[in-house]
């Protein structure tokens, strides 16, 4: 019956960790997934979720079917945090938000909203993207395509193509873009980049869908959110998915949002019911578990609190990595250029390895990244980060 199945190949990013697992070197480091470890390269639980954790547990409380929508404090947490809490979109009721699970929970219900309201767009990812993002549009039908962004020769963007590009796009097509931490790359467009992209997409009538999984970890929570607060102030409509997977630590609970920005009340009405439509049909509503973590955290004012200052110390830890790499490096190899370590944004950096280094750094060294290139600082620490600078300088060096 099932002999004409296709085997799977496995995911790029999600198989390393299987591999990651088997490998037995007591010196091995996983650079490869999006995943942030502490300074002793353990996962933390961030101290805002064990005090909202001891609160859910006490007393354990019933779980009853939560809304398709998620909890109220759930989303209201994700609204305030991107669009800021005195946004007027907010008060004047233009936003659907939905809790999802995890961020790709979020492109998912977009990716059929699209789909079922929009059959004749097509959706553009940068050129590189997240891999996740070209297989979740076209697992819903939504049509593919690449527009320049990465610049390999110079490390930074290929902005005036990506400008003409789009100017070459039909109205209604979507533009996926990642307000801050680009990934796979760390390079992220300024301020005044951010405005012409978004002016060239209002002119040519594109709906932009930006997808937010790393807020905090560039600058700061709200420098993090420019690009959605511009194009909020520009009137543009708008999707945006967010994940609260690596600033709130909580990966595996599968917690996020996606929010579709609207002209009028009614619009968001009409859009949020589709939302919630597309939720029933595909799994009903969301658990119940990581919603109350993230509606005790957003909503409670001292736990907000702390909760910004530990991103803000998962991001300077990651910074400082960022640093001692490039030091040990330039050390190693002086000929080369390493500054494109400090200049990328987030938990990750395109190193521009070849894939038989990448390759080699994972049979010798047991050092895992992703086989573009993609290194995640996040797993580096004091421990590790010499190890993983030598073994890099002499793949480069050989
Ligand atoms: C990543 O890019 O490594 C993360 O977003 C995890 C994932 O699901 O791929």
């Avoid at 936003?95 to 999802?100: H, K």
């Avoid at 796979?184 to 405005?195: F, H, N």
């Avoid at 509503?285 to 998962?314: C, F, K």
């Avoid at 580096?380 to 980060?385: G, K, P, R």
Wanted: charged content about 25%.
């Amino acid at each position: 019956m099932f002999t004409r199945i296709d085997y799977y190949a496995g995911d790029p990013i999600l198989g390393l960790m299987d591999k990651f697992a088997a490998n037995t070197n007591p010196r091995k480091v996983n650079l490869g997934v999006g995943v942030y470890y502490d300074e002793n390269g353990k996962l933390p639980v961030l101290e805002c979720v064990k005090e909202a954790e001891q609160r859910i547990a006490n007393p354990i409380s019933p779980r009853p079917y939560l809304p398709m929508e998620g909890l109220a404090g759930h989303r209201k947490g994700c609204q305030e945090l991107l669009f800021g809490r005195d946004a007027q979109i907010l008060k004047d009721g233009l936003v659907a938000t939905i809790a999802t699970i995890g961020g790709s929970g979020a492109l998912k219900i977009g990716a059929e909203f699209i789909n079922q309201w929009f059959p004749h767009a097509k959706c553009y990812v940068s050129d590189p993207t997240w891999g996740n993002h070209i297989a979740i549009f076209e697992g819903s039908n939504v049509e593919v395509g690449k527009y320049p962004y990465y610049d390999k020769a110079t490390g930074g963007i290929k902005f005036d193509e990506m400008i003409a590009f789009f100017d070459t796009l039909n109205k209604d097509d979507i533009i996926l873009l990642h307000p801050c931490c680009h990934n796979p790359t760390g390079v992220d467009l300024t301020k005044e980049q951010w405005d012409t992209v978004l002016t060239v997409i209002q002119k040519r009538g594109l709906i932009p869908f930006m997808d937010i999984a790393y807020q905090g970890f560039g600058e700061d929570m709200d420098s993090d959110a420019y690009a959605i607060r511009k194009a909020v102030d520009m009137g543009l409509p708008l999707f945006v998915s967010n994940s609260f997977s690596k600033n709130l630590s909580l990966y595996g609970e599968r917690v996020g949002g996606l929010s579709v920005v609207c002209a009028t009340a009614d619009e968001a009405k009409r859009v949020f019911g589709q939302l919630i439509f597309g939720v029933r049909r595909i799994y009903s509503s969301p658990p119940t578990h990581g919603g109350r973590v993230v509606d005790i955290v957003m909503n409670d004012e001292a736990l907000h609190e702390q909760w910004i200052s530990e991103v803000y110390s998962m991001r300077d830890r990651i910074k400082s990595m960022r640093l001692k790499l490039k030091s040990v490096l330039e050390a190693k190899i002086p000929e080369r250029n390493f500054d494109y370590l400090t200049k990328q944004n987030g938990m990750f950096s395109f190193t521009g390895l070849t894939p038989e280094q990448v390759e080699r750094l994972q049979s010798e060294f047991g050092i895992y990244m992703v086989s573009n290139s993609r290194l995640c600082v996040a797993g580096l620490n004091t421990s590790n980060v010499d190890y993983v600078a030598n073994a890099m300088a002499e793949v480069l060096k050989a």
